[in-house]
């Protein structure tokens, strides 16, 4: 008739452990071929730690074309008048305002002098740091009128 309840726990106890037995292998393996599966979760187009490309050793932007940046200056500008005017505003004066933001570099030398000044310390400290390396000085004004360059388009 029946089995007594002490076989049938002992046989699925074997079931169960044959189940284990079976299924350890398949789970090994595939957890052995999701490697580049899991490799690949969080990277992409869209995700934030993908991998940049390397920095050009030309150093800096290349420079920018001053028609476009005057057209586009003056786009920003115009809107800018624009939603003024909307709001109940005086208009801005866009010739005024374009020729103010697109002055020669070396008319805002007065108002640039602090930034200058915290470039040529960081430019000295880099000194020290190369001297007690061994390494020869560079040129301080030189280094930062380069710097200055490299940043703002501001110096030679």
Do not use: C, H
Request: aromatic share 4%; no cysteine; hydrophobic share 45%.
């Amino acid at each position: 008739m029946g089995l007594p309840i002490g076989a049938i726990e002992i046989q699925s106890g074997y079931v169960l452990a044959a189940i284990t037995l079976l299924a350890l292998p398949i789970a090994a393996i595939a957890f052995a071929r999701s490697g580049p599966a899991w490799r690949g979760i969080g990277k992409g187009p869209l995700s934030i730690e993908q991998e940049l490309p390397p920095p050009r050793l030309g150093g800096g932007e290349p420079p920018v074309d001053p028609a476009v940046q005057a057209a586009e200056a003056r786009q920003m500008l115009e809107a800018r008048s624009f939603r003024r005017q909307r709001r109940g505003e005086p208009a801005l004066d866009v010739d005024a305002e374009v020729a103010r933001l697109l002055e020669a570099p070396a008319a805002r030398t007065d108002a640039d002098e602090a930034l200058r000044a915290e470039v040529r310390e960081l430019v000295v400290a880099r000194n020290e740091r190369r001297m007690r390396a061994g390494e020869e000085p560079l040129d301080v004004e030189v280094e930062v009128e380069r710097q200055l360059g490299d940043l703002i388009g501001f110096g030679d």
